[in-house]
């Protein structure tokens, strides 16, 4: 594969992520993520028998980590926000456990 089929298909699986991950949806990355792994040895490989495009791939590389980067803030918001629903509805749960106890 060439440099710009393996970075074409590295650019569309990093947005299938980032889309999965807006839509909540991140326990489906995981397979997504191992492609494009997959798919970024594959270009490592293609980079160290080929040196005339290693400014580009340096850029490219650059990208992929300004993405990944912001792909890590948005799920980390996402797990803040759970944990801080979940411990909302712990003392939800607290303060109907007491009132019943009042009812009894």
């Known amino acids: 594969m060439s440099f710009d089929d393996l ?3 590295i650019n569309t699986l990093s947005a299938q992520v980032e889309a999965l991950i807006l839509a909540n949806n991140e326990e489906q990355c ?5 492609q494009r792994l997959a ?6 490989l293609l980079m160290n028998n080929d040196k005339s ?4 791939y340096h ?3 650059l990208s992929i980590q300004h993405r990944d980067r ?3 803030e948005m799920v980390n918001a996402s797990q803040n926000k759970i944990l801080l629903d979940g411990s909302h509805q712990k003392k939800r749960t607290n303060a109907l456990n007491a009132y019943q106890k009042f009812s009894e």
Not at 30 to 34: D, K, V
Not at 39 to 44: A, C, N, S, V
Not at 53 to 56: H, T
Request: net charge negative; proline share 0%.
């Open 7 to 9: 970075t074409s298909k």
């Open 30 to 34: 995981s397979e997504l993520l191992e």
């Open 39 to 44: 798919l970024l040895q594959e270009l490592d």
């Open 53 to 56: 495009m290693l400014d580009q």
């Open 59 to 61: 850029e490219f590389l």
């Open 70 to 72: 912001h792909a890590v």
